[in-house]
Each structure stands twice: as C-alpha cells, then as structure tokens.
C-alpha cells in the first residue's frame, strides 16, 4: 500500500530569500526567511513519501514562484532609545536606485540617505529633532522591470 504520510515542499535553488510555511498534513512545514538583496524567481517541487519510509511515492512538476517587489514606510517611529522603533527608514524586496529625504515642517531637508539600510535616528544637526510630523519622499525603482515604485508621505516622530 502506497499510503503518503509526509509531503516535502523543496527549493531547487538554495539560499532563495522567501518565507513560507505550508502545512499540508501532520508533521509537514517549509520556511525559509527573507533577504532584500536577492531577487528573481524560485522553483519548488512537492515531493510525497511513503508512511515512515524515505522512498518517495510521488513528485510534482515544479512551479516557479517571481519574488514580488515591495516598499513599505512605517508612519511613525520613537527614537527614545528602547530598541523599538527607534529609526524611520524604508524596508523593501527587489529595490533599487532608493533616495530618501526627510522634510522639517519648513521644507527644509534634515535627512538624506540613498542606502535602504541607513535610517534616520530622530536627530537633525547632532540634537533630538522635534515632536511633530515630517514628509518624506522616497524614489526607488523595481530591481526586474525598472518600474518607479516611489513614494511619499508623512511620519510622526513621537517622544
């Protein structure tokens, strides 16, 4: 009797950066985590095992999954130094070419950084900026097609 006990969800290209958990009976799950720098597409395969054995019983086709790109910005932060929240900056999946700029409430320019990985701290000139709201304008574009994903908006700086 070829009863399928255990299903395998496999990576054909290792290291591929998305995350995923399926169960799809008892004792199955699949994860992985993400990274920004990788990009592209994934292949996967669903492989089924017989009960308490390692033959397998069954392989799929392989379906490919594009990693789709994402810009998210949070509308508020609290640089107070408690390890939450304490910077303002972008997180994003296949970007490329970011800007970011954060505006004071006079339009003047208190932070710059073209790293998505470099956040703003809060600070303007070496002292605690203050309380209130800022505009950002972020230019990014997608990695694969060379779309503009930019974006702008407004967050709060809490203290």
Known sequence: MNTVKNIA????????????????????????SITSSERGTVT?????????????VSTSNTANLKKSTSLFMPTAFTPDSDGINDQFGAKGINVRDFHLEVFNRWG??????????THWDGTYQGSAAQ?????????????????????????????
């Open 9 to 32: 969800i496999k990576s054909l290209l290792q290291g591929i950066g998305i995350t995923a958990v399926l169960i799809l009976f008892t004792n199955v799950f699949y994860s992985q």
């Open 44 to 56: 996967y395969r669903i492989i089924a095992h017989k009960a308490n054995e390692t033959a397998i």
């Open 108 to 117: 003047e320019k208190i932070f710059e950084s073209t790293d998505i990985n």
């Open 131 to 159: 309380q209130g709201s800022y505009v950002y304008n972020v230019t990014a574009y997608d990695m694969e097609t060379n779309e503009n994903i930019s974006t702008a908006g407004t967050v709060a700086l809490l203290r």
